[in-house]
């Protein structure tokens, strides 16, 4: 992205950070993300349906079957004929004839059968075709109508949306960032600042990063207040309005910035001088007459005009004793060291009053103990103007320098603001030291920050969230191979002896008459016989028999065997949200806000802070609404064929 300079642009379309609603930055949204694509499937070929084929399939088999047999038979009788004919037959000729035409005749009927079914078929095809092309260049003229509409409608979506501050944000911290990206950051929050509310800028960075709001501020007609300290010290007001015994405060508390514990007694008697020179000098009290006063205080000649001639002599003669000014001299010196190059702190400034836009900016200059006093002295300055405000009070930006500032300067000023009600936005250059420390006292914000020590720090704000990553891989690959021989060899001898004794006795005896008729003189005639016998048999018997028997057998065994096995180990572990190395490799306009949600879970919102964003196209000033896919034009489609004049197949 290639943008111009803000302070080389034409300043009308700049004038858009005015607009309404306080931003912190821009986010990004690629308009073609949000593209819906055509919902209606493409239309697809319908199949023939199986009745078609199967018919047409039967009709073919059947007319190759009947061509087969009605040739085959035909063809057998017309021979059979012919053979008759040669024998000498015209009327066998003729049949002959006869039978070969049915023959062909019968075959072309059975022809025009699956000739019917075939066109059935093709038939069929060519509707079912006429169909899909139908619906295909329908649902194709639909197609493009819907990608003619989507274009129109990412056409006209914004790409880029402002990042709201939101209502409830009273203090935010942004760490991090070179000049160049917390001027940008300035210029897009406090352009969109003085939309609604004053503003007070705080620039203790010495490269004036307020300038190009100042200057954009001057083009938009907004009353601007810039004070350059030291160089403009003169017409500075940051001394302005505050009464005696504050400005009194806030020199001793400049002066003792880094020593507010230690020095209690040298505080006490610093301010008791100051005081009592202050009621001598009555109620037009300034650096330069407080200077004069501490001069005469220790009898140095002052050619100055600050201090009238009764003024100087009542000083030097009778606010203090000799011996009292002998025991101050150390702190009437370091007082007078730290006044003197501020006498002119406001001497130019009139009855100008503060600019709906206050600058307070230390510029360029090497350091010195002068400059860091106008800075303490500075934030001193709002933060005790901004209690005592009657009306509401203004918005405060804080840019601090490398030097930073005392904590207790920053605590007094959010506890003022807070009190208030005024928000306040702390630009913290560095996450080291002080601004560690009060980091997540607010709404808070990071840019790049190139140290690894400060983005570690950053990202353990940010926390931590649990995982389950591959914690172990285990590949096993093993082979097993086993060989086993046996041999058996055995003999055995049996041997058995049978004895066997055996007797049989037997007697037998018998009776027999028998008579006859013969006719006759005698007719009758009788016989009778008897029998008698008897037996006996003895058996007597051994037998011996041996038995020897040998087996031997071998048996081999041989097996193979092999495994294979794969494991992968997962741990649960505890990741950054975002990593030191993803802070430190932010881009330069890059600023990264943190939200933590009531349970404790953290939302972080890009921005880009780049002031001239508004310079492209399709750039709003409002925070982009959300913008679903629209949802597709309804249509009555019944499987890609819905419209057709001949309606569904």
């Not at 591959?470 to 191979?481: E, Y």
């Given at each position: 992205m290639t943008v111009q300079n803000a302070k080389a642009a034409p300043p009308g379309r700049h004038l858009r950070l005015f607009d309404p609603g306080q931003r912190l930055g821009w986010t990004y949204r690629d308009p073609e993300s949000l593209r819906s694509p055509f919902p209606e499937p493409e239309p697809q070929r319908q199949p023939i349906p199986v009745a078609y084929e199967n018919r047409a399939h039967a009709a073919r088999l059947a007319h190759e079957d009947r061509k087969g047999s009605t040739a085959k038979i035909g063809g057998g009788i017309t021979v059979v004929l012919l053979l008759l004919a040669t024998m000498g037959g015209a009327t066998m000729a003729v049949l002959a004839v006869i039978a070969a035409a049915v023959t062909a005749a019968l075959v072309v009927h059975a022809g025009q059968s699956a000739t019917t079914a075939g066109s059935r078929l093709e038939a069929k095809r060519a509707e079912l075709e006429h169909h899909f092309q139908y619906a295909w260049q329908s649902w194709h003229q639909r197609a493009l109508q819907h990608a003619a509409a989507q274009d129109h409608r990412v056409r006209g979506l914004d790409a880029w949306g402002a990042l709201p501050a939101g209502p409830a944000m009273r203090r935010l911290d942004i760490f991090g960032g070179s000049q160049r990206s917390r001027e940008g950051f300035l210029t897009v929050f406090g352009t969109s600042t003085l939309q609604q509310q004053p503003l007070i800028v705080l620039d203790l960075t010495q490269a004036l990063i307020c300038e190009e709001l100042s200057a954009l501020a001057e083009l938009a007609g907004v009353p601007v207040d810039v004070q350059l300290l030291p160089s403009r010290m003169a017409e500075s007001g940051i001394v302005s309005g505050l009464t005696s015994h504050e400005l009194v405060d806030s020199l001793v508390e400049a002066v003792y910035a880094e020593d507010s514990e230690g020095s209690r007694a040298a505080r006490a008697l610093d301010t008791r001088i100051l005081q009592q020179l202050c009621g001598v000098l009555g109620a037009d009290v300034t650096p330069a007459r407080l200077g004069a006063g501490l001069r005469a205080l220790m009898g140095e000649i002052d050619d100055t005009e600050a201090l009238t001639r009764a003024e100087r002599n009542r000083i030097a003669d009778d606010l203090l004793g000799d011996k009292n000014k002998d025991q101050m001299r150390d702190s009437l010196l370091r007082l007078a060291s730290f006044l003197h190059p501020l006498e002119r702190l406001g001497a130019e400034r009139g009855g100008r009053g503060p600019g709906y836009l206050t600058c307070i900016a230390l510029d360029f200059t090497t350091g010195s103990a002068s400059t860091e006093l106008l800075g303490d002295l500075a934030v001193q300055s709002v933060t005790r103007r901004l209690a005592s405000f009657q009306e509401t009070a203004p918005s405060v930006v804080l840019a601090l320098g490398e030097q930073g500032l005392q904590r207790r300067y920053?605590?007094?000023?959010?506890?003022?603001?807070?009190?208030?009600?005024?928000?306040?936005?702390?630009?913290?250059?560095?996450?080291?030291?002080?601004?560690?420390?009060?980091?997540?006292?607010?709404?808070?914000?990071?840019?790049?920050?190139?140290?690894?020590?400060?983005?570690?720090?950053?990202?353990?704000?940010?926390?931590?969230?649990?995982?389950?990553?591959?914690?172990?891989?285990?590949?096993?690959?093993?082979?097993?191979?086993?060989?086993?021989?046996?041999?058996?060899?055995?003999?055995?001898?049996?041997?058995?002896?049978?004895y066997s004794e055996s007797v049989t006795r037997g007697s037998n005896w018998g009776n027999s008459s028998s008579s006859s008729y013969q006719g006759g003189p005698n007719p009758f005639s009788t016989s009778s016989s008897s029998s008698s016998g008897g037996s006996y048999s003895e058996t007597t018997g051994t037998s011996t028999s041996t038995t020897r028997s040998t087996n031997e057998s071998t048996s081999h065994t041989s097996s193979d065997g092999t495994s294979t096995s794969f494991a992968r180990g997962r741990q649960r572990v505890y990741e950054y949200a975002v990593e030191p190395t993803q802070l430190q490799a932010l881009a330069d306009f890059s600023l990264l806000l943190v939200e933590r949600r009531p349970d404790g879970s953290v939302t972080v919102h890009p921005a880009d802070c780049n002031p001239n964003v508004v310079l492209l196209d399709r750039v709003s000033t409002q925070p982009l609404p959300y913008a679903a896919p629209s949802a597709p034009a309804a249509h009555a489609v019944q499987a890609g064929y819905a419209g057709h004049p001949g309606g569904m197949p």
């Open positions: 920053l605590e007094q000023l959010a506890g003022v603001c807070e009190r208030r009600g005024a928000q306040l936005t702390v630009l913290h250059p560095h996450l080291r030291e002080g601004s560690q420390e009060v980091i997540g006292g607010g709404t808070v914000g990071f840019m790049r920050l190139g140290n690894h020590q400060e983005a570690g720090i950053a990202a353990d704000f940010l926390g931590r969230h649990h995982s389950f990553v591959l914690h172990s891989l285990t590949d096993t690959d093993g082979t097993t191979v086993s060989t086993s021989v046996a041999k058996t060899v055995g003999s055995s001898v049996s041997t058995g002896t049978t």
